[in-house]
């Protein structure tokens, strides 16, 4: 390899990664290699830790109205969606996912069958919502501070590492505000200490600014989205951003769509009427870089045509061209993500001692953000996949 970016910055003089039982075992000067050990030399490749998304919908299969269609389907139908989720994002050099919304804890169910060979999933299950709230049709509708809190109940006794709330109405579910809470400070405060008191961190969809301070307030882990909506505009001012960075909170802003795609001009005219475009989205991405707050990348993959599986190196892209360099962004996607993900003890790292789960891309992705799109090889615990 020319060259090894080990979650953080490109390594000096390292050109040698060696992999033994899945794991990374040394991280050397090359081009010494130990006596015995198989070689592959990709010259020109960049070596990196496996990309990890965020914030993916494996239930969804990115078709029109995905969100709409999760009902209905049988086990196997549900779990073949998943699976086929899975490769579209290990093709793309994805090998950890955090599925942040699925149909009546699907996804923590499957991963209970699930074999090996594909991305390792990190689980929400159904999103607590508010009765009629934004997605509610995937079953996590509560009210009601008691009725949080045995949500929350419910989600650790189904297997799911994290929490997701809704904390405000989303574009996808007409009838919601993206411009309001969904529930009130009592009801959001009630959820996140029971999630932590369970010992799972949770995450907060929050279009709407009130939603955003009230999550910050309420002592939430990260924030979906995190769009700082107000009938006036989006309104990101310098005392919210300190809040942000200050409370190390993880921001995953899921830019990125599929340029190929025209999305339904009622989509469109849906989003701008909630003040969300293109433009609006990486200022504020800008502004969350610029103010040091800790964002992480997420595709919000699945949800439709224009939100694929697989998207991560566009949303790599788009916050490069939104003012991110092109490290910080690769960071967003490898080490900070493995963080905000609860996975940065083994994931997201070229380090030694961590899963060796890897990418190697043609180029330099430190200099050209591009290159992403050019995978060579992808590893799971130091394997290609098979199938």
């Given amino acids: 390899m020319a060259r090894v970016f080990d979650g953080e910055r490109l390594l000096d003089g390292i050109s040698v990664v060696l992999v033994k039982d899945g794991r990374i075992a040394g991280v050397e000067p090359g081009p010494a290699v130990p006596d015995g050990w198989p070689v592959r030399d990709l010259p020109g490749g960049t070596l990196l830790p496996g990309l990890i998304d965020a914030h993916v919908h494996l239930c969804a299969d990115g078709g029109p109205g ?43 169910a499957w991963r209970s069958r699930g074999g090996p060979g594909l991305p390792a999933v990190v689980a929400s299950g159904a999103p607590i919502t508010s009765v009629g709230g934004h997605c509610g049709s995937m079953g996590g509708e509560a009210r009601g501070a008691d009725g949080l809190r045995e949500a929350v109940r419910l989600r650790a006794e189904r297997g799911a590492d994290i929490v997701k709330i809704m904390a405000s109405g989303g574009v996808l579910t007409p009838g919601t505000d993206t411009m309001s809470p969904q529930f009130t400070d009592d009801e ?13 961190p949770i995450t907060a969809h929050a279009h709407a600014l009130a939603a955003v301070r009230q999550a910050l307030d309420a002592g939430v882990d990260g924030i979906e989205h995190c769009t700082c909506l ?45 003040g969300i475009t293109e433009a609006v989205l990486q200022e504020a991405v800008a502004r969350l870089h610029r103010g040091g ?30 003012g991110l360099p092109e490290t910080s962004a690769l960071a967003a996607a490898t080490s900070a993500a493995a963080g905000a993900c609860g996975v940065g003890d083994r994931k997201g790292r070229i380090r030694t001692g961590h899963d ?22 992808v590893y799971l615990a130091g394997r290609p996949p098979t199938g």
Avoid: F, N, W
């Avoid at 969100?67 to 699976?83: K, M, N, P, S, V």
């Avoid at 809040?243 to 599929?258: K, N």
């Avoid at 043609?362 to 090889?377: C, E, Q, V």
């Fill in 230 to 274: 107000t009938p006036a505009g989006v309104r990101l001012d310098d005392a919210l951003l300190a809040a942000l960075a200050g409370s190390r909170v993880a921001v995953c802003a899921t830019l990125g769509s599929d340029p190929g795609v025209v999305v339904p001009p009622q989509v469109v005219a849906m989003a701008e009427r909630a």
């Fill in 293 to 322: 707050v800790r964002l992480v990348a997420g595709s919000d993959g699945g949800i439709g045509p224009a939100k694929p599986h697989g998207l991560l190196p566009a949303t790599l892209g788009e916050y490069v061209r939104s």
């Fill in 188 to 200: 959001l405060r009630a959820a996140v200490a029971e999630a932590h008191a369970l010992g799972l």
């Fill in 66 to 108: 995905a969100l709409d269609r999760l009902g209905g389907r049988t086990e196997e139908q549900t779990d073949a969606i998943i699976e086929a989720s899975l490769r579209a994002h290990l093709a793309t050099g994805v090998t950890t996912v955090r599925d942040l919304g699925d149909h009546r804890d699907a996804v923590p």
């Fill in 356 to 377: 060796a789960d890897l990418l190697v891309v043609d180029g330099d992705p430190t200099r050209d953000i591009a290159a992403l799109g050019r995978p060579l090889a």
